[in-house]
């Protein structure tokens, strides 16, 4: 890792981590309210969550490794474990948002039929009011009756006043509505599929940005490769210790086994050409066949 690359790569695993958390908080805060909490459930909820940020990366280690089914395998999991967490994630961002419009939508029926109430109340408080008017004779009856309307009048006004306003979907309302106004589209269509994407949209920023904020920060480094004339160089000046030889080179940069393959790439070379160059040092190295691999080593 160079220093240009150094702070980055550690602001992403920083990153990683604090999504993780918001990722773990958020899947856990619908049972950490329930009545009966399963502390199964919330225990292993942050550690399936890590695991599943964690499976591209070990995915990105296994291809390099060409560990072709173990690379398949892993994206499948990666790929369930993701719909598993997202479904929960715009489950519950739906089901709050649907609650929540729900609720308004009641709230305007509600405050319709008691403004309804309280228009009748009134007209028949002046109906009754008229009954007492200049030059009348009011009645017990009537002065009873007054009092009856006025007080439906007060308890009427003191519910609309605990019925407040609430508007939900006014965000997506004028999202849908400069979409329609940019792009000539009709306004019931483009409501209708933006409320349909919007609980999705803070799952899908959480998955992807944990997924990719965690492959950047611990994704394998490349490996920096010679150049094909710098190996030549190496490999022909005469005189220089076995040690220079660009396949020993190669093996004690890497610090590990290598396959042909791997070893050609270290030395910018063919599969072919790292071949022949095993067989110059083939005295020096370790040389094991595992399947259908040649892996080589350093004594």
């Known amino acids: 890792m160079t220093r240009d690359t150094a702070r980055p790569r550690l602001v992403a695993r920083a990153v990683t981590v604090a999504l993780w958390a918001v990722g773990s908080a958020y899947l856990l805060r619908h049972e950490w309210h329930s009545a009966s909490p399963d502390w199964v459930v919330m225990a292993s909820t942050p550690i399936v969550w890590g695991v599943i940020i964690s499976l591209p990366l070990l995915a990105a280690?296994?291809?390099?490794?060409?560990?072709?089914?173990?690379?398949?395998l892993i994206w499948l999991a990666a790929i369930v474990g993701s719909a598993y967490t997202l479904n929960a994630t715009?489950?519950?961002q739906a089901a709050e948002r649907d609650v929540a419009v729900a609720t308004a939508?009641?709230?305007?029926?509600?405050?319709?039929?008691?403004?309804?109430?309280?228009?009748?109340a009134k007209a028949n408080l002046e109906a009754a009011r008229q009954k007492c008017g200049a030059g009348k004779v009011c009645h017990e009856?009537?002065?009873?009756?007054?009092?009856?309307?006025?007080?439906?009048?007060?308890?009427?006004?003191t519910k609309l006043g605990t019925l407040t306003f609430a508007a939900p979907a006014a965000g997506e309302h004028r999202i849908a509505a400069l979409i329609s106004l940019v792009f000539?589209?009709?306004?019931?269509?483009?409501?209708?599929?933006?409320g349909l994407l919007a609980p999705c949209l803070f799952g899908i920023t959480l998955e992807l940005a944990a997924f990719a904020a965690a492959m950047y920060g611990w994704h394998p480094e490349r490996q920096h490769l010679p150049g094909p004339a710098n190996v030549a160089t190496l490999a022909n000046v005469p005189g220089k210790a076995p040690a220079?030889?660009?396949?020993?080179?190669?093996?004690?940069?890497?610090?590990?086994p290598l396959n042909n393959g791997e070893l050609a790439k270290l030395m910018g070379v063919c599969d072919g050409?790292?071949?022949?160059?095993?067989?110059?040092?083939?005295n020096l190295i370790l040389t094991?066949?595992?399947?259908?691999?040649?892996v080589v080593s350093l004594h």
Not at 149 to 155: D, F, K, L, S
């Open 61 to 72: 280690y296994a291809r390099r490794e060409r560990q072709w089914l173990a690379t398949v």
């Open 90 to 92: 715009i489950g519950r």
């Open 105 to 120: 939508e009641e709230i305007v029926k509600q405050r319709r039929t008691v403004e309804g109430d309280i228009a009748t």
């Open 141 to 157: 009856a009537s002065k009873v009756l007054i009092g009856v309307y006025e007080r439906q009048v007060a308890a009427h006004e």
């Open 184 to 194: 000539g589209l009709d306004l019931d269509t483009v409501s209708t599929v933006v």
């Open 244 to 256: 220079t030889h660009p396949v020993i080179d190669a093996l004690a940069r890497a610090g590990r």
């Open 273 to 282: 050409e790292a071949t022949k160059r095993r067989r110059e040092v083939a």
């Open 288 to 294: 094991k066949r595992i399947g259908r691999e040649v």
